[in-house]
């Protein structure tokens, strides 16, 4: 497929580095004279000028460093090249993009504005009604106790809620590295779990823009179906970037991790739904 090249040729090429301009500068605030974007002796911006109008906006939005481009540029790389932006993040690239742990505070913030905004009450655990109802629905005497434990163990993870956040993720991470394991591309775990929440970021920025156009919740709307899809393309397409992989071995690598996953998460919910039974 001539443009799936094409477009990965494209998606490759990292973008722009700041480049150096001959331009002769004097520091505002120590007075030297050099050449660069940064003063070599207190390292202020070659840039900074009178404060103006402009300014105060740019302060206003810098608490946050959404000020500068890094954060419009790594929220578009999310789209369009995914794995590739991340794995430059990872690999020594960090001023080019907008750090991940902020990256995935601002947006989870603009998520609950979205959800003020359009009136759609935002409840506190995505996936884990959906799980209820499909243990709900086909349970049978015996599977109701087990249904029992099982609803223990969440009203545990609900009450806790940070907790279970960083444990799903952690799984994820784990079952990740299992998965990939003898790809040539080698992450750590800490590398991987900085790229999780890279694609937290963008599963929110999907889940406002759901809000906004059909003012509902991401598992709420007539779109549910379509859209997991969508989530589960740039997975896919993520990991294909991340680990250097074709689209068919990326694809059994997600299944592969999907596995692990299941398999991690079932023995330790019985390990839990037996804890939480003698305690
Ligand atoms: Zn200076």
Known sequence: MKWVKRYDQWARVRQIHPVLSDEAHTCTNCGTDYHGRFCPQCGLKASIARLRFKNLFQNFLDIWGMGSRPMFRTIAQLFTRPGYMIADYLSGHQPLYFPPFKMVVVVTVIYVLAGWLRGVP???????????????????????????????????????????????????????????????????????????????????????????????????????????????????????????LGPWKSLMGYVRKTLWQVLIITVSTILFAFIVMIV
């Not at 709307?221 to 250097?244: D, E, V």
């Open 122 to 244: 935002i409840d506190g655990f995505l996936g884990m009604d959906f799980f209820q109802d499909i243990m709900g629905n086909s349970a049978s005497e015996r599977g109701k106790v087990l249904l029992d434990m099982i609803n223990a163990v969440v009203a545990w993870f609900n009450d806790h809620l940070a907790f279970a956040v960083i444990f799903g993720q952690t799984i994820n991470v784990v079952a990740t590295r299992l998965a990939f394991r003898k790809a040539k591309v080698k992450w750590t775990l800490v590398e991987l779990f900085f790229a999780d929440i890279y694609i937290s970021a963008r599963y929110y920025i999907i889940a406002t823009l759901c809000i906004l156009i059909f003012k509902a919740e991401l598992d709420e709307t007539p779109a549910f179906g379509l859209l997991s899809f969508i989530i589960f393309l740039y997975y896919w397409l993520t990991l294909a970037q991340l680990y250097n």
